[in-house]
Nanobody, 124 residues
Framework: QVQLVESGGGLVQAGGSLRLSCAASGRTFSGFAMGWFRQAPGKEREFVAGINWSGDNTFYADSVKGRFTISRDNAKNTVYLRMNSLKSEDTAVYYC?????????????????WGQGTQVTVSS
């Protein structure tokens, strides 16, 4: 059974930093793209950042480009999201996603495994 466990969320002041982690278990994920999405109250879940199966291509939403960095450690089946210069509009529940499809370049909201989510709150 595939399980994704996120950690690292919390309350931080605007301008601060957090690092989210997502540990995957149940199978090897080295051949699958991984990513992060977020959902703020009353809004749809949106793409934040993605990394391809080999880790050499990354993708970011325009709203986080230059502030967030996604990375992965295939030996640990873990994906990370480093978030710097946080803004109040980054407040949301952040979800880890791992692709179900072999060697796609990036995750989408379809055909992925989801984590349970971790709350990130940025106070202004």
């Amino acid at each position: 059974q595939v399980q994704l466990v996120e950690s690292g969320g919390g309350l931080v002041q605007a301008g601060g930093s957090l690092r989210l982690s997502c540990a995957a278990s149940g199978r090897t994920f080295s051949g699958f793209a991984m990513g992060w999405f977020r959902q703020a109250p009353g809004k749809e879940r949106e793409f934040v950042a993605g990394i391809n199966w080999s880790g050499d291509n990354t993708f970011y939403a325009d709203s986080v480009k230059g502030r967030f960095t996604i990375s992965r450690d295939n030996a640990k089946n873990t994906v990370y999201l480093r978030m710097n210069s946080l803004k109040s509009e980054d407040t949301a529940v952040y979800y880890c996603a791992v692709d179900r499809i072999w060697r796609r370049s990036r995750v989408t909201k379809e055909d992925v495994y989801w984590g349970q989510g971790t709350q990130v709150t940025v106070s202004s």
